[in-house]
């Protein structure tokens, strides 16, 4: 997310009263949630991102590609040495 658009959030949430308490309901939730250990660190600073957000289209068809295959692997060895033709060609 833009810092813009971090700013105008972070100042919704300052003003309003509905958007601070459903802000710190959603905080306390995740920190439960996710079982973190937030004694040692403020709860306005816990960030929760999905690697979605970060990893690129080739990346997750990387990802994707090698979760079917390692299993295969396993499961066929000679399935995983010698895939069908239709395969190569993509």
Known sequence: MPAIHRELFAALFREDELASQIMQQVTVKLVERLELDVSRQRLDSTHVQSNMATIGRTRLMGVAIKSFFIPL??????????????????
């Open 73 to 90: 692997r396993r499961l066929d060895a000679a399935a995983y040495l010698e895939p069908p033709e239709v395969l190569w060609g993509r």
